[in-house]
């Protein structure tokens, strides 16, 4: 499987910005799809995913702000983030999971006060 990520970029605080990551190779045996990040100094944390039923799972922190949807193929995800913080600045990596985990390059995003 490989994870191609797209999306970051700078905004300022109360600004959105959607990512999108677009899986090849294996497709058919992702089962779970999700966003991670991490930030300068810190561990890289789970941010949201969603199952291949439909199911998804939030970052307490972002509940209510981002949203995560697979595309109509799903073999694609993207996040919806609005009303971003500055705690919310990170370089964001796409996952998938099948059979162990599997990463995009990270996709970096500013949010300034």
């Known amino acids: 499987v490989q994870l191609q990520a797209s999306g970051g970029g700078s905004v300022q605080a109360g600004g959105s910005l959607t990512l999108s990551c677009a899986a090849s190779?294996?497709?058919?045996?992702?089962?779970?799809m999700g966003w991670y990040r991490q930030a300068p100094g810190k561990e890289r944390e789970q941010v949201a995913y969603?199952?291949?039923?439909?199911?998804?799972n939030y970052k307490d922190s972002v509940r209510g702000r981002f949203i995560i949807a697979r595309g109509s193929t799903k073999n694609t995800v993207s996040l919806q983030m609005s009303d971003l913080k500055p705690e919310d600045t990170a370089v964001y990596y796409c996952?998938?999971?099948?059979?162990?985990?599997?990463w995009g390059k990270g996709t970096l995003v500013t949010v300034s006060s």
């Open positions: 996952n998938a999971k099948s059979g162990g985990d599997y």
């Open positions: 190779g294996n497709r058919l045996s992702i089962n779970v």
């Open positions: 969603i199952t291949s039923g439909g199911s998804t």
